[in-house]
């Protein structure tokens, strides 16, 4: 569907026991099974919440689009050097040397096949980024953050919603996950990356307190 605006011809929902979320196909089997099977005990047991857009024309109770999201933090350890000055730098006040900064986590994200293709997936994002910096927003959050699958389709979709990688290379992100781990990964099934919220909100001339 050709110009499908998700702000004026869809309607956001949190995800319920009466969503038709077994109408909902985005074309991958995991995700697929996660809105269908996981989502709501994981809600339930208040460890993410999911939300999904429905077309307003026509009653049609097919999710076109779904995400969850949770409370996360980006700890400021984890940041390079050139990014824990810059993000230091715009804090108010005299204590800017937090430990970690709050952030929103995106656990799940996915356009049903239908709908793909018409910026949907770039609507849906900027959707997200504008919720949590918006000034009714009911907690603090500066940055949105994800664990990428690491795969080109994945990260490209991040990185044209100007995501950055927290780590720059694929070495330095191994040593950072293999910490504390007992058994070495060899690989990153997963990319973290993350999105910073406050020029959202310096754009819209709102004060930082």
Known sequence: MPNLSLLH???????????RIDLFDCGDDDLNEFFRIDAL??????????????????????????????????????????????????????????????AVKIGRLGVHENYKGNGIGWQLMTFIKGWFADAENKT??????????????????????????LFHTIESELAYVNKAREKKKTTLDTRIMYFDLLPLKSSSNQPYD
Do not use: W
């Not at 869809?10 to 969503?19: D, G, I, K, R």
């Not at 400021?76 to 050097?81: A, E, I, K, S």
């Not at 664990?147 to 919603?161: L, M, T």
């Open 9 to 19: 011809d869809c309607t956001l929902h949190q995800l319920s026991e009466t969503t």
């Open 41 to 102: 005990p994981h809600q339930k047991a208040l460890i993410g919440k999911s939300y999904y857009f429905t077309i307003d024309e026509g009653n049609n109770p097919t999710p076109i689009c779904a995400f969850t999201v949770s409370n996360d933090a980006l700890r400021v350890v984890d940041l390079p050097n050139a990014r824990k000055k810059k993000a230091a730098k715009n804090i108010p006040g005299a204590k800017r040397h937090y430990p970690s900064y709050p």
């Open 140 to 165: 603090g959050c500066r940055f949105v953050v994800v664990d990428a699958y690491n795969n080109g389709v994945s990260i490209g979709y991040y990185e044209r919603n100007e995501f950055k990688f």
